[in-house]
Protein backbone atom coordinates (compact mmCIF):
# COMPACT_ATOMS: atom_id res chain seq x y z
CA UNK A 1 0.00 0.00 0.00
CA UNK A 2 1.90 3.25 -1.37
CA UNK A 3 0.26 6.67 -1.61
CA UNK A 4 1.30 10.10 -1.60
CA UNK A 5 -0.07 11.62 0.93
CA UNK A 6 1.57 14.79 -0.66
CA UNK A 7 -0.58 14.47 -3.79
CA UNK A 8 -3.90 14.27 -2.57
CA UNK A 9 -3.87 15.99 0.15
CA UNK A 10 -4.75 13.32 2.89
CA UNK A 11 -4.01 14.20 6.58
CA UNK A 12 -5.82 11.17 8.46
CA UNK A 13 -6.33 7.68 7.98
CA UNK A 14 -7.95 4.93 9.54
CA UNK A 15 -7.17 1.08 8.69
CA UNK A 16 -8.63 -2.12 10.00
CA UNK A 17 -7.09 -4.74 7.82
CA UNK A 18 -3.59 -4.96 9.32
CA UNK A 19 -4.82 -6.00 12.96
CA UNK A 20 -5.66 -9.07 11.56
CA UNK A 21 -2.26 -10.38 10.39
CA UNK A 22 -1.81 -13.88 11.26
CA UNK A 23 1.69 -13.82 11.50
CA UNK A 24 3.54 -10.56 12.58
CA UNK A 25 0.91 -8.62 14.80
CA UNK A 26 1.29 -5.12 14.17
CA UNK A 27 2.24 -3.12 17.68
CA UNK A 28 0.62 0.06 17.43
CA UNK A 29 -3.52 1.19 17.33
CA UNK A 30 -2.55 5.66 16.92
CA UNK A 31 0.59 5.90 15.02
CA UNK A 32 2.09 8.47 12.28
CA UNK A 33 2.78 7.14 9.09
CA UNK A 34 5.44 7.36 7.25
CA UNK A 35 5.05 5.75 3.48
CA UNK A 36 7.79 4.79 0.93
CA UNK A 37 7.78 8.37 -0.87
CA UNK A 38 7.89 10.52 2.19
CA UNK A 39 4.67 11.41 3.27
CA UNK A 40 3.01 11.29 6.66
CA UNK A 41 -0.12 10.53 7.90
CA UNK A 42 -1.32 10.39 11.37
CA UNK A 43 -3.30 6.87 11.54
CA UNK A 44 -5.61 5.26 13.61
CA UNK A 45 -6.37 1.14 13.84
CA UNK A 46 -9.60 0.58 15.98
CA UNK A 47 -8.81 -2.19 18.76
CA UNK A 48 -12.15 -3.66 18.36
CA UNK A 49 -9.96 -5.22 15.09
CA UNK A 50 -13.56 -4.80 12.94
CA UNK A 51 -15.17 -2.11 10.65
CA UNK A 52 -19.17 -4.26 11.32
CA UNK A 53 -19.19 -3.95 15.11
CA UNK A 54 -22.31 -4.96 16.36
CA UNK A 55 -21.90 -3.12 19.56
CA UNK A 56 -22.32 -5.22 22.47
CA UNK A 57 -20.40 -5.63 25.33
CA UNK A 58 -17.46 -7.43 24.12
CA UNK A 59 -16.86 -4.93 21.13
CA UNK A 60 -16.66 -2.25 23.11
CA UNK A 61 -14.13 -4.28 26.16
CA UNK A 62 -12.18 -4.93 23.38
CA UNK A 63 -11.78 -1.33 22.81
CA UNK A 64 -9.42 -1.11 25.91
CA UNK A 65 -8.02 -4.56 26.33
CA UNK A 66 -6.39 -4.59 22.75
CA UNK A 67 -5.94 -1.09 22.34
CA UNK A 68 -1.57 -0.92 22.00
CA UNK A 69 -1.57 2.89 21.95
CA UNK A 70 -2.81 3.00 25.71
CA UNK A 71 0.36 4.95 27.03
CA UNK A 72 0.46 7.63 24.54
CA UNK A 73 -3.76 7.67 24.12
CA UNK A 74 -6.60 6.25 25.63
CA UNK A 75 -9.32 7.05 22.95
CA UNK A 76 -10.07 5.25 20.07
CA UNK A 77 -13.27 4.27 17.56
CA UNK A 78 -15.47 1.68 17.75
CA UNK A 79 -17.16 1.10 13.79
CA UNK A 80 -20.31 -0.24 14.43
CA UNK A 81 -23.01 -1.38 12.26
CA UNK A 82 -23.67 -3.74 9.01
CA UNK A 83 -20.76 -3.07 6.63
CA UNK A 84 -20.15 -3.77 3.05
CA UNK A 85 -22.94 -2.68 1.54
CA UNK A 86 -25.24 -3.62 4.72
CA UNK A 87 -27.05 -0.41 5.55
CA UNK A 88 -24.86 0.58 8.42
CA UNK A 89 -25.63 1.55 12.25
CA UNK A 90 -29.27 0.62 13.47
CA UNK A 91 -31.41 1.74 16.62
CA UNK A 92 -30.60 -1.90 17.80
CA UNK A 93 -26.77 -0.78 17.90
CA UNK A 94 -27.32 2.49 19.24
CA UNK A 95 -29.46 1.50 22.24
CA UNK A 96 -26.69 -1.54 23.03
CA UNK A 97 -24.19 1.36 23.17
CA UNK A 98 -26.24 3.87 25.32
CA UNK A 99 -27.03 0.71 27.41
CA UNK A 100 -23.07 0.17 27.95
CA UNK A 101 -22.14 3.32 28.82
CA UNK A 102 -25.08 3.30 31.33
CA UNK A 103 -23.11 0.20 32.24
CA UNK A 104 -19.74 2.22 32.84
CA UNK A 105 -21.41 5.16 34.36
CA UNK A 106 -22.72 2.68 37.43
CA UNK A 107 -20.83 -0.62 37.58
CA UNK A 108 -17.90 0.56 35.06
CA UNK A 109 -15.98 -2.78 33.72
CA UNK A 110 -16.43 -0.96 30.67
CA UNK A 111 -15.19 2.59 28.93
CA UNK A 112 -17.14 5.11 28.13
CA UNK A 113 -18.97 5.45 24.88
CA UNK A 114 -19.74 8.36 23.64
CA UNK A 115 -21.88 8.93 20.67
CA UNK A 116 -22.26 11.61 18.40
CA UNK A 117 -19.10 12.92 16.92
CA UNK A 118 -17.50 12.68 13.87
CA UNK A 119 -14.35 10.67 12.24
CA UNK A 120 -13.08 13.89 11.30
CA UNK A 121 -13.65 15.31 14.87
CA UNK A 122 -12.26 11.98 16.11
CA UNK A 123 -8.81 12.84 14.18
CA UNK A 124 -8.57 16.51 15.14
CA UNK A 125 -8.61 15.58 18.53
CA UNK A 126 -5.75 13.07 17.85
CA UNK A 127 -3.65 16.04 15.60
CA UNK A 128 -4.14 18.92 19.10
CA UNK A 129 -2.33 16.20 21.05
CA UNK A 130 0.24 15.40 18.72
CA UNK A 131 0.63 18.94 18.31
CA UNK A 132 1.10 19.29 21.88
CA UNK A 133 3.85 17.41 24.44
CA UNK A 134 2.22 14.32 22.61
CA UNK A 135 3.89 12.83 20.45
CA UNK A 136 2.66 9.43 18.92
CA UNK A 137 5.13 6.40 17.35
CA UNK A 138 5.69 6.88 13.74
CA UNK A 139 6.05 3.42 11.44
CA UNK A 140 8.28 3.55 8.90
CA UNK A 141 7.27 1.89 5.15
CA UNK A 142 5.17 -0.15 3.62
CA UNK A 143 1.79 -1.12 6.15
CA UNK A 144 1.77 -5.03 4.63
CA UNK A 145 -1.31 -6.97 5.15
CA UNK A 146 -0.75 -10.79 5.61
CA UNK A 147 -3.68 -12.67 4.54
CA UNK A 148 -4.04 -10.89 0.98
CA UNK A 149 -1.19 -12.09 -0.14
CA UNK A 150 -0.26 -12.49 -4.10
CA UNK A 151 -3.19 -9.19 -4.73
CA UNK A 152 -0.29 -8.07 -7.15
CA UNK A 153 0.41 -10.72 -9.29
CA UNK A 154 -3.25 -12.58 -9.31
CA UNK A 155 -6.47 -11.57 -11.49
CA UNK A 156 -4.31 -9.35 -13.41
CA UNK A 157 -6.93 -8.86 -15.91
CA UNK A 158 -9.19 -7.36 -13.41
CA UNK A 159 -6.60 -4.67 -12.25
CA UNK A 160 -5.47 -4.11 -15.84
CA UNK A 161 -9.21 -3.57 -17.31
CA UNK A 162 -10.10 -1.25 -14.18
CA UNK A 163 -7.34 0.67 -15.02
CA UNK A 164 -7.74 0.80 -19.15
CA UNK A 165 -11.24 1.70 -17.54
CA UNK A 166 -9.77 5.21 -15.26
CA UNK A 167 -7.60 6.23 -18.22
CA UNK A 168 -10.24 6.22 -20.57
CA UNK A 169 -12.86 8.00 -17.98
CA UNK A 170 -9.99 10.66 -18.03
CA UNK A 171 -9.53 11.40 -21.15
CA UNK A 172 -13.20 11.50 -22.07
CA UNK A 173 -13.71 14.22 -19.06
CA UNK A 174 -10.78 16.29 -20.67
CA UNK A 175 -12.00 15.93 -24.45
CA UNK A 176 -15.68 17.04 -22.43
CA UNK A 177 -14.34 19.75 -20.77
CA UNK A 178 -12.56 21.16 -24.46
CA UNK A 179 -15.70 20.52 -26.14
CA UNK A 180 -17.89 22.45 -23.28
CA UNK A 181 -15.49 26.15 -24.04
CA UNK A 182 -16.89 27.91 -25.98
CA UNK A 183 -18.83 25.81 -28.25
CA UNK A 184 -21.25 26.94 -31.04
CA UNK A 185 -23.11 23.56 -30.15
CA UNK A 186 -24.51 24.68 -26.85
CA UNK A 187 -22.58 21.34 -25.68
CA UNK A 188 -22.30 21.50 -21.84
CA UNK A 189 -20.03 18.80 -20.06
CA UNK A 190 -22.01 16.11 -18.81
CA UNK A 191 -21.19 16.29 -15.40
CA UNK A 192 -23.94 13.90 -13.36
CA UNK A 193 -23.39 11.54 -16.65
CA UNK A 194 -19.63 11.28 -15.59
CA UNK A 195 -19.89 11.71 -12.08
CA UNK A 196 -22.08 8.10 -12.10
CA UNK A 197 -19.37 6.49 -14.34
CA UNK A 198 -16.34 7.31 -11.75
CA UNK A 199 -19.11 6.65 -9.06
CA UNK A 200 -19.08 2.86 -10.57
CA UNK A 201 -15.56 2.36 -11.10
CA UNK A 202 -14.32 3.80 -7.61
CA UNK A 203 -17.09 0.84 -6.67
CA UNK A 204 -14.82 -1.89 -8.32
CA UNK A 205 -12.00 -0.66 -6.90
CA UNK A 206 -12.76 -0.82 -3.32
CA UNK A 207 -14.07 -4.22 -1.54
CA UNK A 208 -14.27 -6.96 -2.78
CA UNK A 209 -13.43 -6.53 -6.38
CA UNK A 210 -9.87 -5.43 -6.93
CA UNK A 211 -8.35 -5.08 -2.83
CA UNK A 212 -9.34 -8.60 -2.49
CA UNK A 213 -9.18 -10.15 -6.09
CA UNK A 214 -6.13 -12.54 -4.80
CA UNK A 215 -5.89 -16.33 -5.43
CA UNK A 216 -8.71 -18.21 -3.63
CA UNK A 217 -10.91 -15.32 -3.76
Known sequence: MVWSFFITGILFRQLININRNNINKFPHTTFNWIALDGSQVLCHM?????YTAQAHFGDVKRSVTQHKSMDQDTTSLL???HGDGGGGPTAEHIEKLRRCRGMSDTVGLLPRVKMGDSVDDFFSRLEKK???AQKFVTWYGELYFELHRGTYTTQSN???NNRRAEVALKNLE??????SLGSSYGYKYPKKDIDELWEIICLYGC???????????
Do not use: M
Open 158 to 160: NKK
Open 174 to 179: LLAAYA
Open 207 to 217: FPTLEHAYAGC
Open 79 to 81: VFG
Open 130 to 132: QGS
Open 46 to 50: PPSET
